[in-house]
């Protein structure tokens, strides 16, 4: 293989290694937190993070797929779909600083320096997922389809965070728990009012994603660079 060759795919590894290598540091400190402690209180935090990285790993395959138009629009529609059900996995870690709190044993700089690396980490597979998935459907569908496509997205992932984090609803629900799952959505999105508390937590992800990823995206396109190294 050229050199020439192997640029490309060096940029594309470039953002998955980085992620990979905070994902380590997460998973180190978690083991010390884990041998210090004696308890395995915080072994969802494992969990999430895996989570988090699936709508990445979807992003990612679709995003190349649709690069070398090797995937069929319905193929592609059913994949977003999937990206879009686990996107919220990925922000939903910022939450579990709920679980943030002084504990024998465990000094509470350390609880929040490893719960802070969860979050970031979470947080960065989200927006660098949600990055991919916006460059993709920009060349599939054109422009003004992938703004609307974004901003859906983390519409339902500020919602998506909410119904995690206090009604408990997982992804899988979708599939194992559809019924219950719809009844509860179609009750808040039909009666806003009744359930103020459902209508502020979404407004507020929401707009924490839209600034987040604004953030984001401003520093690729002054960087010269995109989510995988490439020019923007």
Known sequence: MSASATVPILRRLYMPGLLAL??????????????????????????????????????????????????????????????????????????????????????LWFDLALLLSFAWTGLLLGLTSLRLVHNSIQRRFGKAASRIAVTVAMFLGGFGIYLGRFERWNSWDVVFRYDALVADIFNRVTNPLAHPRTVIVTLIFTLFLMLAYATLSAFYRTSGIDSEGGQV
Do not use: K
Request: charged fraction near 15%; glycine fraction near 2%; hydrophobic fraction near 60%.
């Open 22 to 107: 905070s994902t380590l540091m997460c998973m180190a400190l978690l083991a010390v937190r884990l041998h210090i402690a004696g308890s395995h209180s915080f072994r969802f935090l494992l969990w999430n993070l895996f989570l988090a990285w699936i709508p990445f790993g979807i992003a990612w395959l679709l995003d190349i797929a649709e690069e070398r138009r090797r995937i069929r629009t319905v193929s592609y529609i059913l994949l977003l779909a999937v990206w879009l059900l686990f996107f919220p996995n990925a922000p939903y870690i910022l939450t579990d600083f709920i679980h943030l709190r002084q504990r024998p044993s465990i000094p």
